[in-house]
């Protein structure tokens, strides 16, 4: 784990205490079962859907996401850390409890998976997925998200299976600094993933992105 601190200290550029912060707080009260299939039912399914496999390509599946990350996530949405025109205003009306309950019912679902559509992706992205890129100084995406792309509870989010459509728009938005430039520096992972995005090609991008879809 040490070692896992220091790559992503090091391609971002922050101080070890400011990440071990952001990775070291505290135990929340459990999550509310009932409460997270009523806002399911009433706001979330219609986009991610009902077991958090979203039917779009444009919407990013939720289901078997780290419970922590969807929670964070929503609350740097509501916060305003991270801008959405979309999920801002959903993200507003939730409490720090509903959010948490949200989180704890997404990670419970089962991810139904997709497959990787261009073999000729796979040629360009398992080996920078699994050894990253030397001459560009990326760092391996298994190193944060692990190796079959089912991510790190909170800081990193599940790739595999995930939309490629969606999963390229979100390389994109953070290669342009539409997502991760947060000013006042409270989305670490943010700007670590700012960071390698603007190492990558376009076409690395979308090889990731196709490839991501089929790993489990």
């Known amino acids: 784990m040490t070692r896992h601190w220091l790559l992503v200290a090091a391609v971002a550029g922050m ?10 707080k505290g135990a929340q009260p459990a999550a509310d079962p009932a409460r997270a299939q009523q806002l399911v039912s009433q706001v979330c399914a219609a986009c991610h859907g009902a077991d958090g496999n979203s039917p779009a390509a444009a919407n990013p599946s939720l289901a078997g ?5 969807i ?7 509501k916060a305003g850390i991270r801008p959405s025109p979309v999920m801002q205003p959903m993200a507003a009306t939730l409490s720090d409890a509903d959010m948490r ?3 704890a019912y997404f990670a419970q679902q089962k991810p139904k998976g997709l497959t990787t559509k261009d073999a000729a992706a796979v040629k360009i992205a398992q080996p920078l997925y699994r050894g990253g890129d030397a001459e560009n100084d990326v760092p391996a995406c298994a ?4 190796p079959d792309g089912a991510g790190i509870p ?6 595999g299976g995930q939309h490629a459509d969606y999963t ?29 995005a603007s190492r990558l090609s376009d076409a690395q991008m979308k ?10």
């Open 15 to 24: 101080p070890l205490a400011a990440l071990a912060e952001e990775a070291a």
């Open 65 to 69: 996401q780290p419970a922590d990350y």
């Open 71 to 77: 929670t964070l996530q929503l609350a740097h949405f």
């Open 101 to 103: 309950a949200l989180g």
């Open 143 to 146: 190193s944060c998200h692990s």
């Open 154 to 159: 909170k800081n990193f989010p599940r790739l």
């Open 168 to 196: 390229y728009a979100q390389l994109q938005a953070f290669k342009t600094g539409q997502r991760g430039d947060d000013k006042e520096g409270k989305d670490v992972n943010g700007r670590i993933m700012g960071t390698i």
């Open 207 to 216: 090889a990731l992105a196709d490839y991501l879809a089929g790993l489990r």
